[in-house]
């Protein structure tokens, strides 16, 4: 038997091919599964702008279609309301509504409307809804009063008294009267007014300070689709007169409107 570790075991002296380390480079590399590149991270600046871009976009879609905030700068529904009040009005009260008649303007939110067009009608509103609504003497402004009149009442107020289609209108819990002088209805419609009959869809609206009170003795009615919303809830209040104590009326956070 030949000891050359070369010869073919099998004894026919054919040679076995050497074994070179050389021939390791012609063998293929084994594959890898090819990693995706990485994506670049945002900067900071970036996520700060994003975040507060999507924060203001919600904000302004809250504050169109659902619920908005705004703060009492008058008396004329004292007691009900008091200056300083800061209140929530549910623009959902009554129905869906679609904005109209809007402009732009360099503010926030950058779109001011004047009306809008009920797409769901949840209901319509009723006498004693605390509603804010766009002023029908300058639309610039926002008005709060309580409905008194509905379309079709008829609306009479005989020294101080209010009537509605007859009979005496029982508001003596959220009203108030502090003038004990009666005004000619000839000078003044302040305490003798009408009768007048409020028109298809449209409003007749009076301050719960009834002496100190400009509403719809002195300029009319409200059209339904000037109806921004009904106030529900008194979220802050301010007083801001007095001791640091007493500058938060803390009784009124919280406080439903009614």
Not at 82 to 96: A, E, F, P, R, T
Not at 177 to 205: C, E, K, L, M, Q
Request: proline share 8%; net charge neutral; charged share 25%.
């Amino acid at each position: 038997m030949s000891s050359d570790p070369t010869a073919d075991p099998s004894g026919n002296g054919a040679p076995l091919p050497s074994y070179n380390r050389d021939n390791e480079a012609d063998r293929p590399a084994s594959v890898t599964e090819e990693q995706p590149p990485s994506r670049p991270r945002k900067s900071i600046l970036r996520e700060y702008a994003e975040a507060i871009i999507i924060a203001m976009i919600l904000a302004f879609t809250i504050r169109v279609f659902v619920v908005q905030a705004f703060k009492i700068p008058s008396g004329s529904m004292i007691p009900s309301l008091l200056i300083g009040d800061h209140i929530l009005v549910n623009k959902m009260s009554y129905g869906l509504q679609l904005p109209q008649d809007c402009k732009m303007e360099v503010s926030f939110p950058p779109i001011t409307c004047y009306s809008a067009k009920t797409l769901i009608d949840f209901g319509k509103p009723h006498r004693g809804d605390v509603i804010v609504f766009r002023f029908p003497e300058d639309e610039e402004k926002d008005f709060i009063k309580r409905i008194v009149g509905e379309p079709g009442d008829t609306i009479h107020i005989r020294n101080k008294i209010v009537y509605i289609n007859g009979e005496q209108f029982q508001d003596q819990d959220f009203t108030q009267r502090i003038d004990p002088a009666i005004i000619d209805g000839r000078i003044n419609p302040r305490d003798n007014f009408g009768p007048i009959t409020v028109p298809p869809d449209s409003y007749f609206v009076m301050g719960d300070n009834r002496d100190q009170s400009l509403d719809g003795r002195f300029w009319g009615y409200v059209k339904t689709n000037k109806i921004k919303g009904r106030a529900f809830l008194v979220y802050w209040s301010w007083n801001g007169k007095g001791g640091w104590s007493e500058w938060v009326r803390w009784e009124r956070i919280a406080h439903s409107i009614k």
